[in-house]
Structure formats: structure tokens, C-alpha cells
Nanobody, 124 residues
């Protein structure tokens, strides 16, 4: 069974950092692009940024440039979302997802595999 297993998240003060993990089970994640989405109550999932081997980090939200990055650990079959200088508006549930090798779209409808989500709360 193909799955994406997420870990990390939690409560952090503004200006703090968190790292989310997304590990693959049942397939090799090494050649897949991974997109991180964020969802807040009452709204659809919004793509934040994507990582592919061919393009590196692709940002769908300007507000996270220079603060968020995705990295990959092939030995662990996992990718990580490093979030620095967190702000109140970064609060939400973060989902990792993949649709193949490339960062093709910011629309959730194109993604086949999803993690179950990680809550990130930025609060003082």
C-alpha cells in the first residue's frame, strides 16, 4: 500500500521554527516531486511550495519565500519542510502530497497521494 506518513508540527511562537516530515511507505519517494499544502478552517487547501529534483524549490506563495524550504533525504525515503521565522498567518494544517516527478500544479485535484496532515499553530 502506497502511503505518505507525516510527522512533526506543533505550537510555536512567532519567529520560531518547525520542521515537518513526510516519509513514503510502499514506494520510493526519491524521484517524486512533493508539494506542501496548507489548510485553514473553512477554506480549501492552498499549495505553499513544491520540491522536485529538476527544479528544486518552487514557491506558490510569495509569503514563504526565504522562510520555508523543502529538502530530501533519500536514505530515509523522506522529505522535510523547514519553516523558519514563523508568522501567525502560517497557522494551519499542512499536508504533503505528490502527483509525480514534477511540480505540475498548485491545484489539489492533480495530486494522487496525500499525507494525513500536521497541525502547525503559531501563537504567542
Amino acid at each position: 500500500q502506497l502511503r505518505l506518513v507525516q510527522s512533526g508540527g506543533g505550537l510555536v511562537q512567532p519567529g520560531g521554527s518547525l520542521r515537518l516530515s513526510c516519509a513514503a511507505s510502499g514506494f520510493s519517494l526519491n524521484t517524486y516531486a512533493i508539494t506542501w499544502f496548507r489548510q485553514v478552517p473553512g477554506k480549501d487547501r492552498d499549495a505553499v511550495l513544491c520540491f522536485s529534483n529538476s527544479e528544486g524549490n518552487t514557491y506558490f506563495k510569495d509569503s514563504v519565500k526565504d522562510r520555508f524550504t523543502i529538502s530530501r533525504d533519500n536514505a530515509k525515503n523522506a522529505v522535510y519542510l523547514q519553516m523558519n521565522s514563523l508568522q501567525f498567518e502560517d497557522t494551519g494544517i499542512y499536508y504533503c502530497a505528490t502527483s509525480g516527478r514534477y511540480c505540475v500544479s498548485d491545484s489539489p485535484i492533480y495530486y494522487n497521494y496525500w499525507g494525513r496532515g500536521s497541525q502547525v499553530t503559531v501563537s504567542s
